[in-house]
């Protein structure tokens, strides 16, 4: 469990961490269960963090994540989004999923998705799974691998 104590340091870690970047930085740490720690980050100009796809992201994320695991004692798994990033993506994400599915309810024809990472793909089939209409499988290869939306 992760005490309130290390939830301050934690916090103040990443603020060092951030100040780095950008001094104005805004840094919020919320704990989100026994283990899962969510950094929220507000930013003047989130593109520098963000870069092509979340690509800058989920490296600055590693590298956050083990500046903080390096001073606690606790394995915890950490979680950065920087103005919003990742809610939105995923909120886009769940949009687009459901407006596939529909029209594959609709036309009876399968639907490929663009290529997507891992974690893009599991937004898709987690928000299409309690559909009786459709289903859903990944396919191809990494870095094209994909969801197709399937009729019922």
């Known amino acids: 469990m992760i005490e309130e ?7 103040k870690i990443a603020e060092e961490f951030f100040s780095k970047i950008d001094p104005e930085i805004k840094v919020d740490l919320e704990k989100e269960n026994e283990r899962d720690i969510k950094v929220n980050v507000e930013m003047e100009n989130p593109q520098v963090l963000i870069g092509e796809n979340g690509k800058t992201l989920k490296g600055t994320e590693r590298l956050l994540r083990l500046a903080l695991i390096n001073n606690i004692e ?4 950490v979680s950065l989004d920087i103005n919003n990033y990742k809610r939105k993506k995923r ?5 687009k999923a459901r407006e596939a599915a529909d029209e594959v309810s609709l036309t009876g024809v399968e639907k490929r998705m ?6 893009e793909r599991r937004i898709i089939h987690i928000e299409l799974e309690s559909r009786k209409d459709v289903t859903t499988e990944s396919e191809g290869d990494p870095p094209e691998r994909h969801v ?3 009729p019922l």
């Open 5 to 11: 104590s290390e939830i301050k340091k934690m916090k």
């Open 74 to 77: 606790q394995r915890i798994y």
């Open 91 to 95: 909120e886009y994400l769940e949009q």
């Open 114 to 119: 663009p290529a997507l990472p891992a974690a």
């Open 148 to 150: 197709v939306i399937k």
